[in-house]
């Protein structure tokens, strides 16, 4: 089992920057790939960012140049840094780990609000 738990969400203006941390309850060492994911009302889950234990990353065409994904393994936490945001940023933040044994690990959430 892998909790995770996010947090730095929160309300913020068009342009502003917030900071999202995604704590897990054990090692990251273990853990491949590490992400971000977000849910608007009514649209599908999309994928944001990836990270693996590499530091191999990925992000998601809408947020490449705004988004750096980046993880700690000493800390046993992944970030991401969100600049330069939009209203169509505005979502529910999750927070993903692939563990080792092939099963998937969500966080609980943290929700993002940009006004216009």
């Known amino acids: 089992q892998v909790q995770l738990v996010e947090s730095g969400g929160g309300l913020v203006q068009a342009g502003g920057s917030l900071r999202l941390s995604c704590s897990a309850s054990r090692s990251t060492f273990s853990i491949d790939i590490m992400g971000w994911y977000r849910q608007a009302p009514g649209k599908q889950r999309e994928s944001v960012a990836t990270?693996?234990?590499?530091?191999?990353?990925n992000y998601a065409t809408s947020v490449k140049g705004r988004f750096t994904v980046s993880r700690d393994n000493a800390k046993n936490t992944v970030y991401l840094q969100m600049n330069s945001l939009i209203p169509e940023d505005t979502a529910v933040y999750y927070c993903?780990?692939?563990?080792?044994?092939?099963?998937?690990?969500w966080g609980q959430g943290t929700q993002v609000t940009v006004s216009s």
């Open positions: 990270i693996s234990r590499s530091g191999s990353t």
């Open positions: 993903s780990a692939d563990a080792p044994w092939g099963a998937r690990y």
